[in-house]
C-alpha cells in the first residue's frame, strides 16, 4: 500500500465544498488585496490566540523578518535560537541584520533548552526566538522567566504551532500569545495552510502592532507616506478566504492528529529500536510531525521509501553546520543533542485523513524493517 507522507488532496475532497463559494467571493468581488476576508482572519487568529492583535502578511519567513525588524536590531546584536529547526527561523536573523546564536535542545522534546539559553546569554543578545517545534509548545514557563531576568524580547516561531496550547501557571495559554509577537506559517503543509503562501503575527502589545501593520505596507501607516523602509508583504484575500474556510477544521484535525499519534505510539511501545516523540504532560500537542528516533535510520529510510511509505528527515542538517552560517564559528560536536537528533530522526505520514488501513500499512514497513 502506497501511504503519502502527507495528502492535500484528501483534505481538499473533503473541504472544498467550504473553501470554494469563499474563494469565489473574492473573485466576484474583486478585492484582491486586504479584502474584508484578511480582516476576518486577522480577528478569528487573535482569538483562537489570545493575542489582541494579528496582522496577516506573506509568510511565515515574513512574520519572523518583520517581528526582528521591530527590535532595530544594530550590526553584531546577537539573537538565540535553536539550530534543529527550518532554516527561515535564522536567516530571518541574518537578514534583519542580527545574529544567530545556536544553542542546544532536549532530547525529549526537540525544543529550546532553558539551560542552554541562559549559558549562551552575552551583553549583545537582545531577544529569543522560541521555536515550538512539530506543534509542541517549547518550556514557556522557564523561557519567559529568562527573557524576563536579562530584559530580552521573546519571538515564539509558532510556523508549527497553530493551536497548540500549555498549562502555564495553572492556565492554558495558546501559541504565540505569551512572546512579545508570535509568527505562524500558513505554508500549505502547515496544520492550517493555505493555497500558497501565507503568515500571520500576532501581538499583545498597541504600539508593536501598529508597528508590524506598517512594516506590511513599505513601512507608512498612510498611503505614499514612509516612516520607516517597510516591505511589501500581505496576505492575499484569495488566501485569506481558503484559511477562513480551512479554520473551522482546525481543532478536529488537531485531535485526529493526535489519536493518530496515540496510536503510533502503542504500536511502537514493543520496539525497542523506535523511541517514538516525548509529550511534555503540561502541553497539548498538534502534531505537525510524528517524529522518532530510530536505529539505522538511514536504511529505515530506504526500505520506507521502496515500500511506498512517504517519510522525511527534518532536520538532516541543523542550521549550525549550514555553509552559510559556517563563519559563525560553530563546528561538529558543538551542539551534541541536535547533532544526535539530525542523525536519527524520522518523521513518519500523520494527516487526518489518514486512515487505520494506512497507518497500519506503516507500523507494519517500520516493525518488518526491524525484525
Ligand atoms: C514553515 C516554517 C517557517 C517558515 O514559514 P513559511 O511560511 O514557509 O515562510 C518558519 N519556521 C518554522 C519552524 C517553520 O516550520
Known sequence: MNVPLLDLVAQYQAIKGDVLPLLMGVVERQQFILGEEVGRLEREIAALSHAKHAIACASGTDALLLALRTLDLAPGDQVICPAFTFF???????????????VDIEPGSFNLSPAAVEAAITPRTRAIIVVHLFGQMADMDALLALAARHRLTLIEDAAQAIG???????????????GAIGAFSFFPS?????????????AQDDAVAARLRRLRTHGGAKQYHHDEVGYNSR????????????????????????????RYTEAFAGLAAICPPRTDPANEHIFHQYTVRAERRDQLVEHLKAQGIGCAVYYPLALHLQP???????????????EAAMGSV?????????????QDAVVAAVTGFYR
Open 346 to 358: 524520522v518523521s513518519l505520514p500523520i494527516y487526518p485523513e489518514l486512515s487505520d488501513a494506512q
Open 164 to 178: 497548540a496550547r500549555r498549562q502555564v501557571g495553572g492556565a492554558w495559554r495558546m501559541a504565540g500569545e505569551l
Open 190 to 202: 502547515k496544520n492550517l495552510g493555505c493555497w500558497g503562501d501565507g503568515g500571520m503575527m500576532v
Open 324 to 338: 552559510c552560517f559556517a563563519h559563525l564559528g560553530f563546528g561538529r560536536g558543538s551542539l551534541p543533542v541536535t
Open 235 to 262: 496576505l492575499d484575500t484569495l488566501q485569506a478566504a481558503v484559511l477562513l474556510g480551512k479554520l473551522p477544521h482546525l481543532a478536529g484535525w488537531s485531535a485526529a492528529r493526535r489519536a493518530r499519534a496515540a
Open 88 to 102: 527561515a527561523t535564522a536567516g530571518t536573523i541574518h537578514n534583519a541584520g542580527g545574529t544567530p546564536v545556536f
